[in-house]
């Protein structure tokens, strides 16, 4: 209430005694009203009218208040300060005197609103140039915009975590024992999810078949093959489809089925089976797997072969070696060097080095 009263003296002071003009050089700086967000304009005084409107201004009254302007700071001070309302009446009774229209209107206004600045007037203020109603103004009672990102972070991984402990667990009554899809449901659709954020490939849907599930004769078959073109896969016998131009994936689910359902209608016409057409693969390129030869295989009846021809070199090396005959390789080697002996001359790196023409000497 102390603050509230303070804060309606000072605007009455204010608006009774205006401030006086200051001089700087030739400069002179014109104070009109003490309430307003415009920042003081300045002017230079080379003309010869400046004094006689610097003389007018001193001669002005000063206690000449603007009503509108008093009732526009009073709603101000009551709207931020919080004070009670009651009191501050009493005292513009007391100060002013004109205090009807002034309660009728401060008894609607909200108080207890502190963060709003003083100076946020209503909005056919005139003189206001920025709104910044909208904006927090930070008063050192608070942590930074990236510190209030790191918690938001914080509380997200904690959430995922809850799910986890809590919730998760009970997906298990909801799960249900696989089933492999019948002859009646040929068609195979993939999608894509990125866990709730948005993405331009996840409305896309890919349908998967091959026509030997369709119900259709060898001769169908080839045509639907012909028909599908590069989409078909020779190697695995399978035709693969996407679709991503509708919005959801319901949507281009729908289309896929249809344009198969076109496919099949269109195959099993029989005004015309494209047999003058032959099956196009070049779109596919075969890739040859090497294989490991079945010959090359470890059998019983190899590995039997291998120790038979083992034993029996065994056998002709113990012989020959009793008989004499064995010739010994490392012997040979070292005879012949004795025999012939090879006189080896090693240059000197460092002499030859020295000895080798140079190129300046050139």
């Not at 003296?9 to 204010?14: G, T, V, Y």
């Not at 909005?123 to 209030?148: C, T, Y």
């Not at 496919?263 to 029989?270: E, I």
Request: glycine residues 4%; contains cysteine; charged residues 35%.
């Amino acid at each position: 209430m102390a603050s509230g009263v303070q804060s309606i003296r000072l605007c009455i002071q204010a608006f009774r005694h205006s401030p006086a003009p200051r001089k700087a050089g030739a400069r002179v700086y014109v104070a009109r009203r003490p309430f307003s967000s415009i920042p003081p304009r300045w002017r230079s005084a080379t003309r010869k009218n400046d004094t006689e409107d610097q003389e007018e201004y001193e001669g002005e009254d000063d206690d000449d208040v603007d009503p509108v302007e008093l009732e526009r700071s009073f709603r101000s001070v009551l709207k931020n300060s919080g004070a009670d309302v009651e009191a501050l009446t009493r005292f513009h009774e007391q100060t002013i005197g004109a205090t009807a229209p002034i309660l009728s209107r401060a008894q609607k206004l909200p108080t207890g609103n502190l963060r709003k600045s003083f100076w946020q007037a209503g909005e056919d203020d005139p003189d206001l140039i920025v709104d910044d109603q909208d904006e927090d103004v930070f008063e050192e009672d608070d942590i930074l915009g990236m510190a209030h990102s790191k918690l938001e972070e914080f509380r997200e991984h904690r959430e995922y975590a809850r799910l986890a402990a809590w919730e998760m667990p009970l997906l298990s009554k909801l799960a249900r024992p696989f089933e492999p899809p019948t002859a009646e449901e040929p068609l195979r659709f993939r999608y894509t999810s990125y866990m709730g954020e948005f993405h331009p490939a996840e409305s896309k849907v890919v349908v998967e078949f091959s026509p030997r599930d369709l119900p259709l004769d060898d001769a169908q078959q080839l045509k639907l093959k012909k028909l599908l073109g590069p989409r078909f896969n020779p190697e695995t016998e399978v035709a693969k489809m996407s679709c991503e131009q509708f919005e959801h994936q319901a949507q281009n689910k729908r289309y896929l089925g249809d344009l198969v359902e076109k496919l099949v209608a269109r195959a099993k016409d029989p005004s015309d089976m494209f047999e003058d057409i032959p099956l196009d693969t070049r779109h596919h390129r075969f890739k040859t797997k090497p294989k490991f030869p079945r010959e090359w295989r470890m059998s019983e009846d190899r590995r039997k072969f291998l120790e038979d021809t083992r034993q029996k070199s065994l056998l002709l090396d113990q012989t020959k070696e009793e008989a004499g005959s064995l010739v010994n390789g490392k012997e040979r080697i070292e005879q012949f060097f004795i025999d012939n002996p090879i006189e080896i001359t090693v240059r000197d790196p460092v002499k030859a080095r020295l000895n080798k023409p140079s190129l300046r000497s050139k």
